[in-house]
């Protein structure tokens, strides 16, 4: 039953959330002609639109699927969707793993655009592809990337996909919360009004997490050997008085740096509460208007 109901929701979906790549693709298409045919006009024009609608193309994929949520599971198609023979959890289970491919495949689109304008930017410079590809391997061999490549990608792929899932869980636990009945007389503003609290508690705990827990990643700057990297217990705030008592003996500048990770230990602990809490809701009805 899970799978005919992802099925339907991309069927849904799919009705209008293609269209939107699409035309990402025929504005990429037209810069790609216009850099081929080196007809200046054409790549500015295309160039100027491809910016708006790699923009466009990300807000209006959100904004496409919160309103699906809104509308399937606390509007006036609600009682239709909890009508069906199956739990509801399993409807918000669908509607997350369909919005996660979606959003996935607005930031491939994006990163597609993003590449044409380097492109472009390449072509306006008289830079050679192959010196951008030397000075890309220069800048990763700095940062220390070079002999860790596995870990480097498989490092981008799980921030990725925590993004995605952390940002798709907090707006529906805030749809969801937003729609129960205590936040009836405010509309539609009350999802946005319990996002916007959301939004500013998990950014101050973020930063407390930043500062406060001692676990971190020290980077030593050396210009002859690049970047190194060491795990340590310290916290960002006892760093930061070190590094300003130095200042003040007016010593010379540290080779060693310090950035918290303490934010990435606290923040998926909260968005899986509040996947829970979405789920509770969901299975309680509360958020039906």
């Not at 309103?67 to 023979?85: D, H, I, Q, V």
Request: charged content about 15%.
């Amino acid at each position: 039953m899970f799978g005919k109901l992802v099925k339907h929701e991309f069927r849904a979906t799919g009705r209008i959330i293609p269209f939107v790549f699409l035309v990402t693709i025929f504005m990429s298409l037209i810069t790609i002609t216009g850099i081929l045919l080196n007809i200046d006009a054409l790549i500015g024009v295309s160039f100027f639109f491809l910016i708006i609608t790699l923009i466009a193309e990300v807000i209006v994929t959100y904004g496409l699927l919160i309103w699906r949520f809104y509308k399937t599971m606390c509007g006036n198609e609600a009682y239709l969707s909890f009508t069906l023979p199956v739990k509801p959890r399993l409807l918000y289970f669908s509607k997350m793993l369909v919005s996660f491919v979606w959003v996935l495949l607005s930031m491939l689109v994006l990163m597609l655009g993003m590449s044409l304008i380097v492109l472009v930017i390449i072509k306006g410079k008289d830079t050679s592809i192959a010196g951008i590809i030397e000075g890309i391997k220069v800048m990763t061999d700095f940062l220390g990337f070079s002999d860790h490549k596995g870990i480097a990608i498989l490092f981008i792929i799980v921030v990725t996909v925590f993004s995605i899932l952390g940002g798709l869980t907090s707006i529906f636990f805030a749809v969801t919360l937003g729609s129960t009945s205590r936040f009836h007389k405010f509309g539609i503003g009350g999802p946005i009004l319990v996002y916007l609290v959301e939004y500013i508690s998990l950014q101050m705990i973020g930063m407390l997490a930043f500062g406060l827990i001692p676990l971190a990643l020290e980077v030593t700057v050396r210009l002859d050997e690049g970047l190194s990297y060491r795990l340590v217990s310290r916290n960002m705030i006892e760093w930061i008085l070190e590094e300003t008592k130095r200042s003040a003996t007016g010593a010379a500048a540290s080779e060693v740096g310090l950035i918290g990770i303490g934010t990435y230990i606290v923040l998926p602990i909260i968005l899986a509460v509040l996947f829970m809490a979405t789920t509770r809701i969901v299975e309680k009805h509360m958020s039906i208007r």
